[in-house]
């Protein structure tokens, strides 16, 4: 995203994050951005939309210390509700509820519009492609209905395979949760509901948070709020807040996981600072019991992004699983895809709990107490599974770690680098991994 094209430039780009008073775009408040030039030291704070690490998604910028004119922020608003959707979540259910009334032969869905369509609306859409006959098993799995939003900078959508969500489902019901808070993760969520529906003894339930507002065509107002998780925004306002309260504090709430897989693009703290929101939502309804408890969390995300993630969550361990998506060519599952996913699920869960599958080659590990690839091999040294990316790696005895099977130890760099690189002191370190020696563009992480 920004930050990372930032970090090509001299300059670079640091998120502060939520700030008391900061404006909104139609997203919702915007986050505080601080940009240094190289050779200034002061630099300056900005405010930039919170879901669009793209102009092109979101054109809002205004400098933190910049006076803005009464007849600017007038217009500013007069933006921001236009750029709302034209219909709401409650207009979306009652449209709904008519267009499951209706025969086979008059179900429409416009793929341009990406709509449901009522009869009374086909004139409007006589010009585009559309899909009919639509049926009930389809309307109980919008995202194979719907495209998915690929662009990278805004949605990023990219959707589980049905190994990938399977296994979560089995997971998460093997575990014992009745509840699933889906934030981000429209295909889990989906795979639920249409078993619950199916199926009396399948008790587990699920509630979805996403920014994708076409959801709301397909689910009810206890089933899918609109929400913005970089900034921690619920679009229908207090009533859907408490949509999101009363279905964590069922039960006191207990039985509660929370599924999340965000879009790759940076703003981890963002991501973070809106997830221990939702945990303080869930933590009022431990009625003073035990407020060190956590809740149980699955954060999908790739492994290079570890040391960020238990930045902020320190209690989180990474998984080996490798979760991977239908429409992305290069995050497959290793056996069957081209490459291997990067993918990993993080969690607040005792790891031994995670059972991987043993047909894919996934062992117990019992001196590390956790499930790991066929390939991650324990090093006696480092005295653990030390592999990320599930290839076998090797240890440096001078770099003191294991490192990647590709990898050589540079006396010049002194460390660990891919035998091709051009040795560099620089001081300030890879934007990726943070270390030095390499650029971004050459990050054996990536
Ligand atoms: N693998 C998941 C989908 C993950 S893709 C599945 O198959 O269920 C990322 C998801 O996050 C998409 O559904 C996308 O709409 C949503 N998303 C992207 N930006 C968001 C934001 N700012 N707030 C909330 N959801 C967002
Ligand atoms: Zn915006
Ligand atoms: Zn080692
Ligand atoms: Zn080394
Ligand atoms: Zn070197």
Not at 97 to 112: G, S, W, Y
Not at 211 to 237: L, P, T, V
Not at 354 to 365: D, K, S, T
Request: aromatic share 12%; net charge positive.
């Amino acid at each position: 995203g920004d930050m990372a094209a930032a970090a090509g430039d001299p300059s670079r780009l640091a998120l502060l994050g939520l700030a008391y008073g900061a404006p909104c775009c139609p997203h919702g408040p915007t986050l505080l951005f601080h940009k240094t030039s190289q050779g200034k030291e002061e630099g300056r704070r900005f405010y930039a939309c919170s879901a669009c690490r793209d102009r092109k998604g979101c054109s809002f910028f205004q400098w933190e210390d910049e006076k803005v004119s009464e007849a600017r922020l007038a217009a500013r608003e007069e933006y921001n509700r236009n750029h709302q959707p034209p219909s709401t979540h409650t207009q979306n259910v009652e449209r709904y509820r008519n267009f499951i009334q209706l025969p086979l032969p008059k179900r429409r869905f416009c793929q341009e519009c990406q709509l449901l369509l009522l009869p009374a609306e086909w004139e409007e859409h006589s010009d585009h492609q559309f899909l009919s006959d639509i049926s009930t098993a389809q309307l109980k799995r919008p995202s194979q209905l719907l495209f998915p939003l690929e662009n990278k900078k805004i949605h990023a959508q990219y959707l589980f395979t049905d190994r990938s969500c399977q296994f979560l489902l089995d997971l998460i019901t093997d575990l014992g949760f009745r509840r699933v808070l889906c934030v981000g993760t429209p295909r889990l969520h989906e795979v639920i509901q249409s078993k619950a529906s199916q199926d009396d003894d399948f008790k587990v339930r699920s509630l979805l948070l996403d920014i994708d507002f076409r959801y709301s065509q397909f689910y009810a107002e206890d089933e899918f709020c609109h929400y913005n998780m970089f900034n921690h925004f619920f679009f229908g306002g207090e009533v859907a807040h408490k949509t999101c309260r009363k279905f964590l504090h069922e039960d006191s709430g207990e039985g509660v996981i929370m599924v999340t897989d965000p879009p790759f693009g940076g703003l981890v703290g963002a991501l973070a600072s809106s997830f221990k929101k939702l945990v303080e939502m869930w933590k009022k309804a431990e009625k003073e019991a035990d407020t060190n408890q956590e809740m149980p969390m699955f954060w999908i995300f790739p492994y290079f992004f570890e040391s960020r993630i238990l930045e902020f969550f320190p209690s989180f361990n990474m998984m080996d699983y490798q979760v991977d998506y239908d429409n992305h060519a290069l995050y497959k599952h290793g056996k069957t895809g081209r490459r291997q996913s990067p993918v990993r699920i993080f969690t607040n869960l005792t790891p031994s709990m995670i059972v991987l599958p043993a047909e894919e080659g996934y062992r117990f590990c019992s001196i590390c107490q956790r499930y790991v690839s066929s390939d991650n091999q324990h090093c006696d040294i480092c005295n653990s599974c030390t592999s990320k990316d599930g290839r076998r790696w090797k240890h440096c005895g001078l770099c003191k770690k294991c490192v990647k099977p590709t990898l050589f130890h540079c006396k010049n760099c002194n460390s660990c680098t891919l035998q091709n690189h051009v040795c560099e002191k620089t001081n300030s370190g890879c934007f990726v991994c943070g270390k030095a020696g390499h650029k971004r563009s050459a990050c054996p992480s990536l």
